[in-house]
């Protein structure tokens, strides 16, 4: 993968886990949110009824107080007394009207504190309060009076205490009941919430009961501390915080009975009172977090769907299918990103010569697996800083750094070099050189299209493997021809010429091949068809060349047959594009058709090296072209390394001998042979045979001798334009004639 293309990933995989973190966010926070109100709610509600069931609970202890206190004044008015009546007397009287409502000890105490409490078994128990201060504070006032709590037979008790008093209204003794923790504790046991507790105080903070549980959330011991006390007094709603930390929620009522103020306080932990509050909404909780994993599930399927689908979108945007490397858009992206350093590069357009003749035989999938090969070769030999790609078929380009124009030589022999060794490992044996062409990239501003048009070039042109010079030169002449080529049938510019094929027994024409010229309106020159026809081919424009010379060669014909003039076949050069087209054969019938010429006055030239690449194709193809009337001939005749074996599975109607066999020394026994044996051959086939570039007196004595007829070339004529032509060939009838009649 390019360092693009890491880049991407990096940022791709940053940009969804923010995204994911957000969606998470916003999926958790409400429920969390949601969750802490409820808390909080829940706290401040649960505070409320404790405060709430507190004062309720200070109110019906405050009435039982009362209730004693009226049942105590009720007896007093039955019980007789003087300065003389004894405390048992009066215990006596006072057991008369004893109720077992109260959990206690009926209590009768002298002016001087000694007094007797009868306990649960009747028995008379003497006991001394004269040194307390609630005591003392009771004879000062006279009143009535609760005491703090005092051990009585190992219980805790409280006592209420009513004066008696004489008739003339001196302190006789007191009456009361103690009231035992237990019983009072009934009016404790509201706080519900775990580990709660509740405590009666006196006005100093001093604790008088507590709830019976084993946990002293206090931790201070006995005294609860006045500090409360004054907290409390300065409270509105009577809920408060409390403790020197801080971690407690507190609860107050004051109850005032008698000359003593007491107060019910509710201690809670606020780590327990929030924890309880938790437990409150703990089913709320779950469905929340339930919900929050089937979100957060669905935002984790659509990261990984969304992951998939990237990767998706990024190899079909990067990634070459067939060598699973970068493509020619990671490359060009790579190509800028290089630009912008100081690093010198070369670009270089790289391809494998016979691949199209190795596809052909060996099949699409042993192809695609010898271009992953070389992909995989390239690759390994690329240094930190290069890259490359394969942009269609059989062409790579790659971005090398460069040095000097040697190593670069060097660096894609050795390519070549490991390409052979992985091929054989690949099973591959066919032999498929490579071929390249390269150009220093010397503007970084120029775009990467430009400099690979260059490389192209200089690869294709075969005049070099580096752009330079005449290169150049070359270079610019076919960039005007790509972009006006296109235009040439439409503004008149192409010119057909005719080259004469000739009878060597008579003289006469026996035929002519129709040959195209360029004159385009912006230059002052005649192109030849190697200048532009290469071009044609890339662009596909051959196509509509070879059929506009279909269509002049009929009009010319059509011309000839008005005018009543003798008639000669005129062969077309066909490329192997145009008759890749499947529907070849319609076309050039419906031009025939229309000026009404004879279809077997046409002939189609084909070169011998297209039908060699695709014997069983081209087969096809001529037998649809012989199908509609047309002539065939197999042109360079000779030239390949299967010539005969193709006359085995093609019929043609002629095939035009290569004038590589009149090239130098061509007057040779073994020339002569090969001659005269392909005479043979295709003379036994009845096919014609045309020698091509007859350009002496001596060739054509030659061509006598060894028994050929038919021949083409400047000894007779060049390529001459219609009109030229036509005059040339009603010359040579006139002479003839005049031969003729001579003789």
Not at 2 to 19: A, E, T
Not at 434 to 457: C, K, M, P, Q, W
Not at 635 to 653: I, Q, Y
Not at 714 to 736: C, G, I, N, V
């Amino acid at each position: 993968m390019s360092k693009k293309g890491s880049i991407f990933q990096r940022q791709r995989g940053v940009r969804y886990l923010i995204i994911v973190f957000i969606a998470l966010v916003l999926f958790i926070a409400p429920p969390v949110i949601y969750a802490h109100y409820q808390v909080n709610n829940i706290i401040a509600e649960t505070n409320q009824e404790i405060s709430n069931s507190l004062v309720a609970q200070s109110e019906l202890f405050d009435d039982e107080i009362s209730k004693l206190s009226d049942y105590l004044t009720s007896v007093d008015k039955h019980i007789t007394r003087d300065s003389t009546t004894s405390l048992e007397d009066i215990m006596a009287q006072y057991n008369k009207y004893v109720v077992a409502q109260y959990m206690g000890y009926p209590v009768v105490v002298s002016s001087s504190g000694f007094g007797y409490y009868q306990n649960e078994n009747g028995e008379l128990k003497h006991f001394d309060v004269a040194e307390t201060s609630i005591f003392q504070q009771s004879l000062l006032n006279l009143e009535e009076l609760v005491s703090n709590p005092f051990l009585i037979d190992g219980k805790v008790v409280v006592c209420v205490y009513h004066p008696l008093y004489n008739a003339d209204g001196s302190l006789t003794t007191y009456i009361g009941y103690f009231m035992t923790s237990e019983y009072m504790e009934k009016y404790l046991n509201y706080n519900d919430v775990p580990s709660g507790q509740t405590i009666i105080t006196d006005k100093t903070g001093r604790v008088i009961l507590t709830q019976n549980k084993p946990d002293d959330l206090l931790g201070r011991g006995d005294i609860l501390g006045a500090d409360f006390i004054l907290h409390y007094e300065d409270s509105v709603t009577g809920v408060m915080a409390y403790s020197s930390s801080g971690d407690y929620y507190a609860s107050a009522d004051k109850v005032v009975i008698g000359n003593n103020s007491w107060y019910f306080v509710s201690i809670t932990s606020k780590t327990v009172m929030r924890h309880y509050a938790w437990q409150q909404i703990s089913g709320m909780l779950i469905v929340a977090a339930l919900y929050c994993a089937f979100l957060i599930a669905l935002a984790l399927l659509w990261f990984y769907r969304t992951s998939l689908l990237n990767d998706k979108i990024y190899r079909l945007a990067y990634i070459d299918d067939v060598t699973q490397r970068d493509n020619k858009a990671a490359f060009v992206e790579h190509y800028e990103e290089a630009m912008h350093s100081k690093i010198n590069y070369i670009l270089v357009s790289l391809s494998i010569a016979t691949f199209r003749a190795f596809n052909d035989t060996f099949g699409f999938s042993k192809g695609n697996i010898l271009l992953k090969t070389c992909a995989d070769v390239i690759n390994d030999n690329l240094y930190a800083g290069e890259t490359f790609c394969r942009d269609k078929s059989n062409h790579f380009y790659l971005l090398l750094k460069y040095t000097d124009e040697d190593e670069i030589q060097d660096r894609i022999y050795q390519i070549s070099r490991d390409l052979e060794v992985s091929k054989e490992k690949a099973g591959i044996v066919a032999s498929t050189p490579l071929e390249f062409g390269a150009v220093v990239i010397t503007d970084r501003f120029t775009n990467f299209n430009s400099y690979a048009e260059y490389a192209n070039y200089t690869k294709d042109s075969k005049k070099g493997n580096f752009y330079r010079g005449q290169i150049k030169d070359n270079y610019e002449l076919d960039a005007f021809v790509k972009q006006n080529i296109t235009k040439s049938i439409e503004n008149n510019e192409l010119v057909v010429y005719l080259q004469g094929m000739h009878d060597l027994n008579n003289g006469r024409y026996c035929g002519a091949e129709a040959l195209i010229r360029w004159k385009p309106k912006s230059k002052k020159q005649i192109f030849s068809p190697a200048q532009f026809i290469g071009v044609a081919e890339q662009t596909g424009f051959i196509a509509y060349i070879d059929l506009y010379v279909v269509e002049e060669v009929s009009k010319l014909i059509a011309t000839w047959n008005r005018q009543h003039k003798a008639l000669i076949p005129v062969s077309v050069n066909f490329s192997e594009f145009t008759l890749g087209q499947r529907d070849i054969a319609y076309k050039i019938n419906e031009i025939l058709d229309r000026y009404k010429v004879d279809h077997s006055l046409l002939q189609v030239e084909i070169n011998e090296s297209v039908i060699e690449a695709n014997p069983l194709r081209y087969k096809t193809i001529i037998e649809q072209l012989h199908l509609i009337g047309v002539k065939v001939a197999i042109d360079d005749f000779g030239s390949g390394c299967s010539s005969f074996r193709m006359l085995k599975t093609t019929n043609v109607d002629c095939v035009k001998i290569d004038q590589s066999f009149l090239v130098g020394d061509y007057n040779t026994t073994n020339n002569r042979a090969i001659l005269q044996r392909m005479l043979q051959i295709v003379g036994d086939l009845d096919v014609r045979a045309v020698v091509e570039g007859v350009e002496t007196q001596g060739q054509v004595n030659f061509l006598l001798e060894i028994g050929y007829t038919y021949c083409q070339g400047f000894f007779f004529t060049k390529a001459l334009s219609l009109y030229d032509f036509e005059r040339h060939l009603m010359e040579s009838r006139r002479t003839r004639k005049t031969k003729k009649k001579e003789e």
